[in-house]
């Protein structure tokens, strides 16, 4: 029986899923035993994240399919559909943590700081280590779930130095305000890889492959006389497309075009393109997409295709 591995970007977000999903269940327990309204608030939170979890987990695990009939380049940019959808609901979430926050700094409630205190160091250690696994990840997918964990972090960081700080001095405020200052550092994050997946659903050029740069690797190669109809875009932010019509000099034997082909797959493989479609054509050979994007009319009506030998078109 064929049994297909499990990717890399899957395993990270499995792992995260459930270190998040048990680490929520601590937490309903632990606000209800402590009787904290903080903490059982970011336990709905987190369970939210756990929706989002498991959402990004499934459309990565589908992101690994095969092509098929329907979808011919596989099904990757599934896993973009996930990036998008936790972005959106980062920034509602974070609407929401401001829309509660910003009165609390005219009325702050005083937290109950022994319970914050020991739910705080369990919550850096949890939701770190989770940060950390999705943070070297790759995928689009895996680091905007990742900045979930990250928003998780510094949140439990910042409400282990407010249950020290209330522990000393009567300044509730630090609550609202350091969740507030939090909110706006990670939804400027998510706000930035909404953006790169908005670029790569309308097949935007890879912010690391510039076209212009490409276009001269690729005229660099021995036997390239010109490049046009460049076209480069990328399924999921890892793997990249390309497709050029490669001039070579006129009467280059069909074995020339052949290794001319090659050696620019190969440039393109060298930066980082796993997908290259190539096109030869000889200096002097009509283009129709050349003459289009030229905005040359055709002396051929290709529409009805050549004209017939010993014939001519009207």
């Not at 943590?97 to 910003?102: G, Q, R, T």
């Not at 939804?187 to 908005?198: A, P």
């Not at 875009?233 to 290794?259: C, F, K, N, Q, Y």
């Not at 190969?266 to 054509?281: F, P, V």
Request: with cysteine; net charge negative.
């Amino acid at each position: 029986m064929h049994h297909e591995h499990e990717g890399t970007g899957e395993k990270n977000i499995r792992v995260a899923f459930f270190l998040n999903l048990v680490f929520t269940v601590a937490e309903f327990a632990g606000g209800s035993l402590f009787g904290s309204l903080a903490i059982t608030a970011d336990a709905l939170h987190d369970l939210g994240d756990s929706f989002s979890l498991a959402l990004a987990w499934f459309f990565e695990r589908i992101s690994g399919r095969r092509p098929t009939a329907l979808f011919s380049y596989g099904y990757r940019r599934f896993s973009l559909l996930a990036a998008f959808a936790n972005g959106l609901v980062l920034l509602a979430g974070g609407a929401a943590i401001l829309w509660s926050a910003v009165p609390r700094l005219l009325q702050p409630v005083r937290p109950v700081a022994g319970g914050m205190l020991a739910f705080a160091v369990v919550g850096v250690i949890v939701n770190g280590a989770a940060a950390l696994r999705l943070r070297r990840g790759r995928s689009l997918n895996e680091q905007v779930v990742a900045w979930h964990f990250v928003e998780d972090v510094l949140g439990w960081a910042a409400l282990l130095a407010i249950s020290l700080a209330l522990m000393v001095w009567d300044l509730p405020v630090l609550d609202p305000a350091a969740s507030i200052l939090i909110t706006i550092v990670v939804l400027v994050n998510v706000i930035r890889n909404l953006g790169r997946t908005v670029v790569i659903f309308l097949q935007g050029v890879p912010p690391a492959l510039p076209l212009r740069g490409v276009e001269e690797r690729l005229l660099s190669v021995g036997g390239v006389r010109g490049v046009h109809d460049l076209h480069l875009w990328t399924l999921d932010g890892e793997h990249h497309i390309l497709t050029a019509h490669v001039v070579v000099p006129g009467g280059t034997s069909i074995g020339d075009s052949m290794a001319v082909k090659c050696g620019v797959r190969d440039a393109a493989t060298a930066l980082g393109i796993g997908h290259a479609t190539i096109e030869i054509e000889q200096e002097g050979e009509a283009c129709r997409l050349e003459r289009e994007c030229a905005a040359v009319p055709c002396t051929v009506d290709e529409r009805e295709g050549p004209a017939p030998a010993g014939k001519t078109k009207d």
